[in-house]
């Protein structure tokens, strides 16, 4: 599977989870994935617990999040 197949499988709707991106068909967010994943749950958990994502969908997370940093922009916070 290609990046843009795995980026597809992300969606944003204002109607849903007020606008975060989510994988498409469900109302897990992005920002939950990677949560769960930075807290030391393993992709064989999350899979048990949400029978409906795939493998793939986990992917999915981790590249939106990926390119999402890789479009922006930081500043040092410097003290004054």
Do not use: W
Request: charged fraction near 25%.
């Amino acid at each position: 599977m290609d990046d843009q197949q795995l980026l597809e499988r992300i969606t944003l709707d204002p109607e849903v989870m007020t606008g975060k991106p989510v994988i498409k068909g469900t109302r897990l967010t992005v920002e939950y994935v990677l949560n769960v994943l930075a807290h030391g749950a393993t992709e064989e958990e999350i899979l048990e617990e949400y029978s409906s994502l795939t493998r793939e969908d986990i992917r999915a997370c981790l590249l939106f999040s990926a390119r999402s940093l890789s479009e922006s922009s930081f500043m040092p916070l410097t003290a004054a």
